[in-house]
C-alpha cells in the first residue's frame, strides 16, 4: 500500500508542476 500512496504522491507533485508550468506558458504568450 505504501507504494501506491507514494505513486499517487508523485503523481500530484507532477500535475501541480505542470499546471505552474502551463501557466507561465501562458502568461508569456500575452
Same mark, same amino acid.
Not at 499517487?8 to 507561465?24: F, R, T
Given at each position: 500500500?505504501?507504494? !501506491?500512496?507514494?505513486?499517487?504522491?508523485?503523481?500530484?507533485?507532477?500535475?501541480?508542476? !505542470?499546471?505552474?508550468?502551463?501557466?507561465?506558458? !501562458?502568461?508569456?504568450?500575452?
Amino acid at each position: 500500500m505504501q507504494t !501506491a500512496r507514494s505513486t499517487v504522491l508523485n503523481g500530484i507533485v507532477i500535475l501541480s508542476e !505542470a499546471k505552474d508550468l502551463l501557466s507561465s506558458i !501562458a502568461s508569456n504568450m500575452d
